[in-house]
């Protein structure tokens, strides 16, 4: 019904000279051909059919999707001004006037998101064995695949990048490496690369982790590489690209290690197949001057009470040496107010 109506050709704020510019710096990331999001925001039919969503959404600061409330500013921060906010709900409120044409500013270019993004080809390409089946119906999948490096030395990481198969399942995706080789094992013990029993519907590459490791590790079992056993490098979720260390620093990962990556499937209510994702990483030549590593801060009890207002859990983790803090990845699986 709303694109049905006629819009005014003008007015105190039009879409090419006012809108446009907003979106395209903080909406086309995701709403573009390709991508994640449900519908394209790319050209004027495209906003003025999703108008009044776009004003609920974005009054509301449902989108741009960004949920840290409070804290030290963050790099790509993408939350809309309150000004933007504003000239954006005043233009649905005027009829969402198209404006000039030539107020239009030029498209930005996006790097293409099937592609590897650097100058130089990554220096290793793991791609999915084979196929993996998601069944229809059931709780979300996490699933991981492990890769062995069969470095012989120290490799030193400093770019990496996740490419999505099937975007319609794949909800994010996690990169590590793993240097005592235990999660290797994990695999050929626990993977089921075939069906394990009628209407066991999800199979292929990897196996069933859950969000951890899918099992409790065994120092005993530990044989090589104690000093550096594994870490994150990376990862990935709607909307993000390759990610790089600073300038100087580089994750070091040590002999004889592998790659994984961790990918949450939600299912599509229909059974789907990815077959196409896969990992890239950029090795430095040079030993780096400082290492990067991730470190995993999780209060001791993961379930906070129902309705407790003001409640909070805090933890901590301390360095033996002097270190910049680069980046968070906030994980709250279920719904939290902050």
């Given amino acids: 019904e709303r694109a049905r109506k006629s819009a005014p050709a003008t007015g105190a704020i039009t879409f090419h000279r006012d809108v446009q510019p907003i979106i395209n710096t903080r909406c086309l990331q995701c709403h573009r051909k390709g991508e ?22 974005v009054a509301n600061r449902t989108m741009p999707p960004w949920h840290l409330t409070a804290g030290v500013p963050m790099r790509n921060d993408i939350r809309l001004s309150e000004s933007e906010i504003s000239t954006i709900v005043k233009w649905v ?54 890769f062995p490096l069969n470095n012989k030395e120290e490799k030193y990481v400093r770019k990496s990048q996740f490419i999505p198969g099937n975007k319609k399942i794949v909800h994010h995706s996690l990169l590590f490496y793993d240097g005592v080789g235990l999660v290797l094992d994990a695999q050929k013990r626990l993977g089921n690369p075939k069906p394990r029993h009628p209407g066991d519907m999800d199979f292929g590459p990897g196996y069933e982790s859950g969000m951890g490791l899918g099992f409790i590790p065994d120092p005993r079992n530990i044989k090589k590489n104690q000093d550096n056993a594994g870490s994150g490098l990376s990862g990935w979720v709607p909307g993000s690209g390759a990610l790089a260390n600073p300038p100087g620093a580089c994750h070091v990962i040590p002999p004889d290690s592998n790659l994984l990556f961790q990918t949450h499937y939600h299912r599509s209510g229909k059974p789907e197949i990815d077959a196409d994702s896969r990992i890239a990483v950029w090795f430095s030549k040079k030993n780096p001057r400082n290492s990067s590593r991730a470190n995993c801060s999780t209060p001791h009890s993961g ?15 301390n360095s033996r040496k002097i270190a910049n803090y680069g980046a968070s990845l906030p994980t709250c699986t279920c719904l939290a107010r902050r």
Avoid: C
């Avoid at 906070?304 to 909070?312: D, M, Q, V």
């Fill in 36 to 57: 994640v999001a449900p519908f394209e925001l790319a050209t004027y039919d495209d906003a003025y059919a999703w108008a009044d969503d776009i004003k609920t959404f």
């Fill in 303 to 317: 379930t906070s009470p129902r309705e407790a207002p003001g409640f909070a859990r805090l933890d901590h983790w």
């Fill in 93 to 146: 409120e005027g009829g969402s006037p198209r404006g000039n044409q030539a107020d239009a500013p030029k498209a930005p270019e996006f790097p293409p998101g099937d592609r590897w993004d650097d100058n130089d080809p990554p220096d290793v390409v793991m791609k999915l064995p084979g196929q993996f089946h998601l069944g229809a119906l059931g709780e979300d999948h996490y699933r991981t695949f492990v």
